[in-house]
């Protein structure tokens, strides 16, 4: 509800707004808040069963997608942490998929692939994120691996690899990714199979 509320969800997950400044306790009271609530959501997540999560999912997921827009580790944690339990109920559920493929197109899919991006973030977010990213392309398909083409995540995530070479689990993560993209498609798997090894990923993977 706090964050369903606020009328600038961006803007609070940054704890500060774009346009007016705010003294420094103003904001740290604000990302002390959303730290303790995405908690508490993510807790709350793990609580519930495969079923009230499909139902949750569409709504949930947009609400949160806006979060990864925060500068702060931990609220980027907790929402990746609630992402990742929605993404893995909703997984092999076609009906619930289908009502999650336009969220990951318009805006979730970009959000992930900005936390991969060479910045302050601790690299369990960009390890967070690029699982994520991973069981979009399981639970979403053909449509998620399309938005990481056009939104050039593909170049992103090459970058993450080069930066982050003794990081297993994203690593692994990538690997499964690449497959899935390898599977996605029959029709555009050719062309998918180019792009990937014209950008080099599977070469920064080995």
């Known amino acids: 509800p706090l964050i369903q509320k606020h009328e600038r969800p961006h803007e609070f997950a940054c704890g500060k707004s774009l346009f007016e400044p705010r003294n420094t306790s103003t904001m740290t009271s604000g990302i002390d808040i959303l730290r303790s609530s995405t908690l ?3 807790s709350l997540c793990r609580s519930k069963s495969d079923t009230d999560l499909k139902q949750m999912a569409p709504n949930l997921l947009k609400v949160v997608a806006e979060l990864l827009l925060s500068l702060d580790s931990d609220v980027l944690i907790n929402v990746c942490s609630v992402i990742r ?4 109920a909703v997984s092999f559920d076609d009906s619930a998929r289908r009502e999650i493929e336009s969220i990951s197109e318009q805006r979730l ?3 992930l692939l900005d936390c991969l ?4 973030y601790l690299q369990i977010v960009q390890a967070s994120a ?13 449509v998620s691996v399309q938005s990481i083409i056009d939104y050039n995540g593909l170049v992103g995530i090459r970058e993450l690899l080069s930066r982050s070479r003794a990081d297993s689990s994203i690593r692994k993560h ?6 899935n993209i390898f599977e996605s498609n029959v029709y555009k798997a050719e062309k998918r199979i180019q792009i990937v090894l014209d950008i080099g990923i599977i070469t920064c993977v080995l």
């Open 174 to 179: 990538v690997c499964w990714m690449v497959y």
């Open 130 to 142: 690029m699982e994520n990213i991973y069981l979009l392309t399981l639970g979403c398909g053909d």
């Open 85 to 88: 339990i929605v993404l893995n």
């Open 117 to 120: 991006k060479d910045c302050p």
């Open 40 to 42: 508490m959501l993510a």
């Open 109 to 111: 899919c970009k959000l």
